[in-house]
C-alpha cells in the first residue's frame, strides 16, 4: 500500500508563494488522478532534518541523548536507546541507500562534509546551476523518503525522538506470533549499530 499524505500536514509545510503549489503543497500532474504533494514540501522535510541532523552531530541534546523508550504490549518492556545517533544513523544510511552513486557523492560533499557551492563545482567538475539542480532533486527525493519510510519515518521528528517505540504486537492473542517479537529493529538502525558515527562535519554553511 502507498504512503498516504496527510492534507493538513502537507499545507503546514509548503513554502509560502510556493510557484508550483501556491502554497497550498498540492500540485497535479498528469501522471497521477490524485494530485501529489509538491516539491517544496518535500524540501521543507528534508531541511528539517537535517537540521537536526546537524544538531546531533554537533551534540546539542547530549543531556536527553539516552532515554527511555518504553513499549506497552503483551508484555510490557523497556529499552535504553540512543536516540540521536540513531537519527544520524538513519538520516546518513537512507540517503546512501536512495541516491544514485553521482548524487550521493555531492550529498556527502555538500550535506555531510559541508562543502559550499564553490567547492563542490570544483571538485565535481560543475557549473553552479547544475549544483544547485542536482542539490534541489536530491533535497526533493530525500525529505519524501524520510517521511514515507516504513515502519518508522525520521518525519515528523517529534515523533521519531518523543513517540515510544510503537508496539510491534497488537493486543489480539496471536499464538503464532513468536514471543520474541516486541522489538523488531528498523532495517536501518540494525546497520547503524555496527559502527560508531562521527559526521565531520564543519561549521553552517
Ligand atoms: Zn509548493
Request: charged share 30%; with cysteine.
Amino acid at each position: 500500500m502507498s504512503f498516504q499524505w496527510n492534507r493538513s500536514e502537507v499545507l503546514g509545510l509548503a513554502k509560502e508563494g510556493c510557484a508550483q503549489c501556491r502554497g497550498y503543497g498540492l500540485r497535479d500532474t498528469s501522471k497521477t488522478a490524485q494530485p501529489v504533494p509538491c516539491n517544496c514540501v518535500f524540501r521543507a522535510i528534508f531541511r528539517a532534518c537535517y537540521r537536526k541532523f546537524r544538531s546531533c552531530a554537533q551534540g546539542d541534546n547530549q543531556v536527553s541523548t539516552a532515554r527511555l523508550e518504553s513499549v506497552h504490549g503483551r508484555e510490557h518492556k523497556r529499552t535504553w536507546g540512543l536516540k540521536n545517533e540513531e537519527f544520524m544513523a538513519d538520516f546518513v544510511l537512507v540517503a546512501k541507500r536512495t541516491l544514485n552513486e553521482a548524487d550521493h557523492k555531492l550529498f556527502r560533499f555538500h550535506f555531510l562534509l559541508g562543502a559550499d557551492w564553490k567547492l563542490c563545482c570544483k571538485q565535481l567538475g560543475m557549473d553552479r546551476g547544475t549544483f544547485f539542480h542536482l542539490i534541489y532533486r536530491i533535497e526533493e527525493r530525500l525529505g519524501r523518503v524520510y517521511r514515507e519510510l516504513q515502519p518508522y519515518a525520521l518525519f515528523p521528528l517529534d515523533e521519531y525522538f518523543g513517540g515510544s517505540v510503537r508496539k510491534m504486537i497488537d493486543d489480539s492473542p496471536d499464538p503464532e506470533r513468536p514471543k520474541g517479537l516486541v522489538f523488531q529493529m528498523r532495517d536501518t538502525a540494525k546497520l547503524s549499530a555496527r559502527r560508531s558515527l562521527r559526521a565531520p562535519l564543519r561549521k553552517a554553511a
